[in-house]
């Protein structure tokens, strides 16, 4: 059974950074992708960032192209968003996911096990 849990959500000015991350257990990874989505309120879940878990490829949502990094840690089982720049738009829940089939994806029914979600505030 996969568990993931995240953390490093908070408050944040606008302009300022946070990290999330997320820790993966109860697998070996090694095949699988790693993604983050958020969700504000009213609104449906979206994609923000992915990467193959060797990371040799990542995809963004243009509206966190430069401004986000997803990354990895093997070693540790970690997957971690480096948030900078923010802005109050970026306000919502922060979702890890995680998908079995090799290859990243943008979509939500594409991921079979995701974390609790860490809640981020981005104040103006």
């Known amino acids: 059974q996969v568990q993931l849990v995240e953390s490093g959500g908070g408050l944040a000015q606008a302009g300022g950074s946070l990290r999330l991350s997320c820790a993966a257990s109860?697998?070996?990874?090694?095949?699988?992708?790693m993604g983050w989505f958020r969700q504000a309120p009213g609104k449906e879940r979206e994609f923000v960032a992915a990467r193959t878990w060797s990371g040799y490829t990542t995809y963004y949502a243009e509206s966190v192209k430069g401004r986000f990094t997803i990354s990895g840690d093997s070693a540790k089982n970690t997957v971690d968003l480096q948030m900078n720049s923010l802005k109050p738009e970026d306000t919502a829940v922060y979702y890890c996911?995680?998908?079995?089939?090799?290859?990243?994806?943008?979509?939500?029914?594409?991921?079979?096990?995701w974390g609790q979600g860490t809640q981020v505030t981005v104040s103006s």
């Open positions: 109860g697998r070996t990874f090694g095949s699988y992708a």
């Open positions: 996911a995680a998908r079995s089939t090799p290859g990243v994806a943008r979509d939500v029914g594409q991921y079979g096990y």
